[in-house]
């Protein structure tokens, strides 16, 4: 169904459509960042048929995530329930850059920034995705590892490109 064109895999149109249906429409940079973690190895602008199945089961674990965490039932996520969301999730991010991750989200308004599903995704994903790099890294998990700087600018600059 969500392959509309019937070419065997989903792009990024096919896929915001799918993902937007039941809920608000998603954010076109949420959906690249979701195709950039997802997508077949071998295909750079394409999920074929396994890797939407494991997008889609990611995206309905987030779902309860944030409904859980959605504690005032606001419908949406602040800094602090997501800050308990992710510590739930086992990542201990600091305050300190949380403020500046969910900054991004500011809509100059001068109210308290809330982040809908899809931003929450976003965030979310991000830092799970980042986390992941640096624990391939952190192989004793000790929380501390060395990175030459080659390293670290091809662990970063995928996030910052892929999908912006
Ligand atoms: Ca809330």
Same mark, same amino acid.
């Given at each position: 169904?969500?392959?509309?064109?019937?070419?065997?895999?989903?792009?990024?149109?096919? &896929?915001?459509?799918? $993902?937007? +249906?039941?809920?608000?429409?998603?954010?076109? =940079?949420?959906? =690249? &960042?979701?195709?950039?973690?997802?997508?077949?190895?071998?295909? @750079?602008? =394409? %999920?074929? !048929? *396994?890797? #939407?199945?494991?997008?889609? +089961? %990611?995206?309905?674990?987030?779902?309860?995530?944030?409904?859980?965490?959605?504690?005032?039932? @606001?419908?949406?996520?602040? &800094? #602090?329930?997501?800050?308990?969301? &992710?510590?739930?999730?086992?990542?201990?991010? !600091?305050?300190?850059?949380?403020?500046?991750?969910? @900054?991004?989200?500011?809509?100059?308004?001068? =109210?308290?920034?809330?982040?809908?599903?899809?931003?929450?995704?976003? %965030?979310?994903?991000?830092? *799970?995705?980042?986390?992941?790099? #640096?624990?391939?890294?952190?192989?004793?998990?000790?929380?501390?590892?060395?990175?030459?700087?080659?390293?670290?600018? +091809?662990? $970063? $600059? !995928?996030?910052?490109?892929?999908?912006?």
């Amino acid at each position: 169904m969500v392959d509309r064109d019937r070419s065997g895999f989903i792009d990024e149109n096919e &896929l915001q459509q799918a $993902i937007s +249906s039941g809920y608000q429409r998603f954010n076109i =940079r949420t959906v =690249r &960042l979701l195709m950039f973690l997802f997508k077949n190895p071998n295909d @750079s602008l =394409r %999920c074929g !048929p *396994k890797e #939407f199945a494991a997008l889609w +089961s %990611c995206l309905g674990q987030w779902r309860g995530i944030f409904e859980r965490y959605d504690k005032d039932r @606001s419908g949406k996520i602040d &800094l #602090f329930e997501l800050r308990d969301a &992710l510590y739930s999730l086992g990542f201990a991010i !600091p305050s300190s850059v949380l403020q500046v991750l969910i @900054s991004k989200y500011d809509d100059g308004s001068g =109210r308290r920034v809330e982040l809908n599903f899809d931003s929450f995704v976003e %965030c979310g994903m991000m830092l *799970k995705g980042l986390t992941e790099k #640096f624990k391939e890294k952190d192989k004793r998990h000790t929380g501390t590892t060395t990175f030459n700087y080659d390293e670290f600018m +091809s662990m $970063i $600059i !995928p996030f910052l490109v892929s999908y912006d």
